[in-house]
């Protein structure tokens, strides 16, 4: 396998270095010296890559038999999609995958989001994302779509915000908020790489959408604190950001990606997942 990670980010990453276990040729691009010494040392062949294709990254896409594309959809477009394009033509049968958003879905007040509804995005950002999806499922060999929610994972998660006094509880009835762990992305991934199906589309997601104080809460209880007091929604002072994100309440069906991958999840809701961010903060903090 010749893999190529458009995008070495959180997921991207972990996605590279798991392919690179498997035995894989792995590449990726970065846009910096500095991310692409810690490629290197995750045994990962570093491109570096700010909007404009490299022949040695044309090279890449035109070998690879695994890409997978994670660098967010700028004013114009995907920026790896339009440097490529000019030149790219995938070759039959490259497993292709495009890590997406279920912001998507805008909002559902309360209900269940399903791959097969129309996208209804509400943010510039996601009606980008939605854009992008659409222009990834239309190459010769169209890409997977695989929809994210709120991502988290070791060194990144609800931890880290207690720890540096940024968590904060924001009281709004009703208001639930699906998530997923980095390992259960990734292994839906591979799970989509040993059962390819070019175009189709998978939420990728754990089986317990909740209000965000609630892992607040969860998080507290691991590091021994008191949590945060709740604020009401009208009293919180959100950024405009904030007030789109906090407009959006769906709940996420993963159910296709279970039936048809044969996707199980290692952490099925945030307290599992939780448990292992906590053993890996331990295990790097020697305690």
Same mark, same amino acid.
């Given at each position: 396998? %010749?893999?190529?990670?458009?995008?070495? =980010?959180?997921?991207?990453?972990?996605?590279?270095?798991?392919?690179?276990?498997?035995?894989a040729l792995v590449q990726g691009t970065c846009r910096s010296a500095d991310s692409a010494e810690g490629l290197r040392q995750a045994g990962i062949t570093p491109i570096l890559f700010a909007g404009t294709a490299s022949a040695e990254l044309i090279e890449a896409a035109q070998t690879?038999?695994?890409?997978?594309?994670? &660098?967010?959809? =700028?004013?114009?477009?995907?920026?790896?999609?339009?440097?490529?394009?000019?030149?790219?033509?995938?070759?039959?049968?490259?497993?292709?995958?495009?890590?997406?958003?279920?912001?998507?879905?805008?909002?559902?007040?309360?209900?269940?989001?399903?791959?097969?509804?129309?996208?209804?995005?509400?943010?510039?950002?996601?009606?980008? %994302?939605?854009?992008?999806?659409?222009?990834?499922?239309?190459?010769?060999s169209p890409a997977h779509v695989f929809r994210l929610p709120g991502i988290y994972g070791p060194g990144r998660s609800a931890l880290e915000q207690v720890l540096s006094r940024t968590a904060r509880r924001i009281d709004k009835p009703g208001q639930v908020f699906s998530r997923a762990?980095?390992?259960?992305?990734?292994?839906?991934?591979?799970?989509?790489?040993?059962?390819?199906?070019?175009? %189709? &589309?998978?939420?990728?997601?754990?089986?317990?959408?909740?209000? $965000?104080? +609630?892992?607040?809460?969860?998080?507290?209880?691991?590091?021994?604190?008191?949590?945060?007091?709740?604020?009401?929604? +009208?009293?919180?002072?959100?950024?405009?950001?904030?007030?789109?994100?906090?407009? +959006?309440?769906?709940?996420? $069906?993963?159910?296709?990606?279970? +039936?048809?991958?044969?996707?199980?999840?290692?952490?099925?809701?945030?307290?599992?997942?939780?448990?292992?961010?906590?053993?890996?903060?331990?295990? %790097?903090? =020697?305690?």
């Open positions: 396998m %010749r893999v190529l990670v458009l995008g070495c =980010g959180y997921v991207g990453t972990a996605f590279a270095q798991t392919m690179a276990e498997q035995g690879a038999t695994h890409i997978l594309a994670s &660098i967010p959809p =700028g004013t114009e477009g995907d920026p790896a999609l339009l440097a490529l394009s000019p030149t790219w033509t995938p070759k039959g049968g490259t497993w292709i995958g495009y890590l997406s958003t279920t912001g998507v879905y805008g909002d559902r007040a309360g209900g269940w989001a399903f791959e097969d509804d129309p996208p209804t995005p509400l943010s510039i950002e996601a009606k980008r %994302r939605a854009e992008a999806e659409a222009a990834w499922r239309a190459i010769p762990h980095r390992a259960d992305i990734v292994s839906a991934l591979t799970a989509s790489v040993a059962k390819p199906n070019p175009g %189709r &589309i998978y939420n990728i997601c754990d089986d317990h959408p909740c209000a $965000s104080g +609630e892992v607040i809460v969860e998080a507290c209880k691991l590091l021994g604190r008191e949590p945060p007091p709740l604020i009401p929604f +009208e009293a919180a002072g959100l950024s405009e950001m904030g007030k789109r994100f906090y407009s +959006e309440c769906k709940r996420v $069906s993963n159910a296709r990606a279970k +039936e048809e991958l044969g996707w199980k999840l290692a952490f099925p809701s945030y307290v599992e997942g939780l448990a292992d961010c906590f053993s890996d903060l331990k295990a %790097r903090q =020697g305690l």
